[in-house]
């Protein structure tokens, strides 16, 4: 492990806080890896190596109802684990592990306490919180990127993804096509604001079809400048939007919405 840069695990379920760590920790000697969830924290911390983990006091595996931050630091007694708490006091009636310690959430306590668990130095100026802003869109991939970690079913995978496509574009309705060789056609893999018979017997062709180019030429395309066009579904629809799904360069399917 290099030792001037400091590898730190934050594991939290709350996209505020994961700003507020770095821009409390924006210099270079530091490198942040984050978990979105209990089992993603645990899984990061047994196979990573980390100079310190910082953890979301409220957090806790939402099967077991087992505390996170004991889970955590179970796992290395010699780990120094820092609990984030509102007011800078741990809110369960619990004795904490003599590798933890708790800090208050807010940017100058953080840089204070990591600086003094790592004995390094943590130069920065507080940052004005109402400077920046997060938007809409960094939130909602924020939201997605958590919530997969808490499924491994392949058809809520993709539903999820879908909703939240649906969400940063504001469309009424999204789909995912995903190609079916044999037939020579797109057909429907996941959907939200389709009704399900619809959705059962929905199939496009990879000929002569905007979906189809799309998937052919890896390439959206966005349909709006001509009015309600009518499609598949005998729905009028005021605007069009396909975008290719990418894996490695080669197009593997075609959102629409």
Same mark, same amino acid.
């Given at each position: ?98 590798? $933890? ?10 840089? #204070? *306490?990591?600086?003094? !668990? &790592?004995?390094? /130095? ?81 199939? $496009? ?10 998937? #052919? *030429?890896?390439?959206? !395309? &966005?349909?709006? /400048? ?32």
């Amino acid at each position: 492990m290099d030792t001037e840069t400091q590898q730190i695990l934050l594991v939290t379920g709350d996209y505020d806080i994961v700003q507020q760590v770095r821009q409390a920790l924006q210099a270079d000697n530091f490198a942040i890896q984050t978990a979105y969830s209990h089992m993603d924290g645990l899984y990061s911390l047994e196979n990573g190596e980390f100079n310190l983990v910082l953890v979301e006091a409220n957090l806790v595996d939402r099967r077991s109802g087992e505390i996170t931050v004991m889970a955590l630091a179970q796992v290395n007694a010699n780990l120094p684990v820092i609990v984030l708490a509102p007011n800078g006091k741990f809110p369960n009636k619990v004795n904490l592990p003599d590798n $933890v310690s708790v800090s208050a959430l807010n940017e100058n306590a953080i840089r #204070r *306490n990591v600086a003094s !668990v &790592l004995r390094i /130095a943590v130069a920065g100026e507080t940052a004005d919180r109402g400077s920046f802003g997060f938007s809409e869109e960094a939130q909602a991939l924020f939201t997605l990127s958590k919530s997969l970690t808490e499924v491994l079913d392949l058809t809520e995978v993709l539903n999820r993804v879908v909703e939240a496509a649906r969400r940063l574009t504001q469309a009424e309705e999204g789909m995912i096509l995903l190609p079916d060789d044999e037939a020579g056609q797109l057909y429907l893999r996941a959907k939200v604001g389709i009704d399900v018979e619809v959705a059962r017997n929905f199939r $496009v062709r990879t000929e002569d079809t905007l979906a189809g180019h799309v998937f #052919r *030429n890896g390439s959206p !395309v &966005l349909i709006g /400048a001509q009015g309600p066009q009518k499609v598949k579904t005998e729905y009028l629809v005021n605007a069009l939007l396909y975008v290719p799904i990418l894996y490695k360069g080669d197009c593997i399917g075609v959102n629409q919405y």
